[in-house]
């Protein structure tokens, strides 16, 4: 049985993530800060009252999943605030930082040993990370710390190559979830699927590649 460890998985597009892998057969370890009743529903390990940001919650995951070999890593943890010019706050755009660019590269160090040829680690981005496709400014904190986690991202999946380890970034869209208010064009439930489906096409030769849930790649 395939095993998929989960970050952020309580709610939205993280819980979807480990509804639709534990319906498709894989050992599934959910990751979250706060426990939620819908996921407590689920036939899956949950590993709760995890701060991504905190060195001794990430022993704490590691210890508890041990040696088991992880199929593919989701970090999907994310941090959406709203700095816009005129009202930027430093702990807010290091808060973002944290969660957004930081937590991710951590996580995967952590598991790295559970990690083996085959392995997939998927990094869940933004387009709004990509600089070319700017086009409406805003948002500091969460661009600037997205356009950093690709940055990782991309250097993961020249550091891993030679251990047949692919990296994937990836933009979900805009999906409905409470960081944006429940506003947006599709679905939690349908974003997870189309990004499940692109871990799923995932090769080493667009490992490191940046790509839109849909398919379409994107520019940096």
Known sequence: MKHVVITGANRGIGFQFAKQYSEAGYKVTAVCRNNSKQLTQLDVDIIEGIDVTKAADLLRMKETIGEQNVDVLVNNAGLLNNDELGDIDGGSLRAQYEVN??????????????????????????????ISDNGSGGRYGYRMSKAALNAA????????????????????????????????DISAEEAAQRLIQRIDELQLTDSGCFYHSNGEQLPW
Not at 114 to 125: E, F, H, M
């Open 101 to 130: 660019a930081i937590a991710p590269l951590r996580v995967t160090d952590a598991l790295l040993s559970n990690l083996s040829a085959g392995s997939k680690v998927a990094l869940i981005t933004s387009r709004m990370g990509s």
């Open 153 to 184: 991202g991309k250097s993961l999946a020249l550091d891993l190559k030679d251990q047949e380890i692919a990296v994937a970034l990836l933009h979900p869209g805009f999906v409905k979830t409470d960081m944006v208010g429940n506003q947006g």
